[in-house]
Nanobody
Framework: QVQLVESGGGLVQAGGSLRLSCAAS????????MGWYRQAPGKQRELVAA???????NYADSVKGRFTISRDNAKSTVYLQMNSLKPEDTAVYYC?????????WGQGTQVTVSS
């Protein structure tokens, strides 16, 4: 129904910045919210940030003040601007889209922060 493709991951030094992008295609009119999750080795997948169709945002406490989620409705794309990155932000970051009766995941993009 909805396909998601992430981009923008990579290797960065602590204190640096990265911007992740997630492009949605398919039945995008069904999407009510999109978000970014991450999963570090040996840990559970956790919510990083989310944004609703109306623009309401939600952030994990660990990233508040450092990460910003935004969306471009014309491009059906969601972004995650990550500043002041820390080694503990190292993880695979997944894009997620949710709507009535469905949830879709992207393939994930690796973010590695070196100390």
């Amino acid at each position: 129904q909805v396909q998601l493709v992430e981009s923008g991951g990579g290797l960065v030094q602590a204190g640096g910045s990265l911007r992740l992008s997630c492009a949605a295609s398919g039945s995008i009119f069904k999407i009510s919210a999109m978000g970014w999750y991450r999963q570090a080795p040996g840990k559970q997948r956790e919510l990083v940030a989310a944004i609703t169709r109306g623009g309401t945002t939600n952030y994990a406490d660990s990233v508040k003040g450092r990460f910003t989620i935004s969306r471009d409705n014309a491009k059906s794309t969601v972004y995650l601007q990550m500043n002041s990155l820390k080694p503990e932000d190292t993880a695979v970051y997944y894009c997620n889209a949710q709507g009535l009766g469905f949830g879709s995941w992207g393939q994930g993009t690796q973010v590695t922060v070196s100390s």
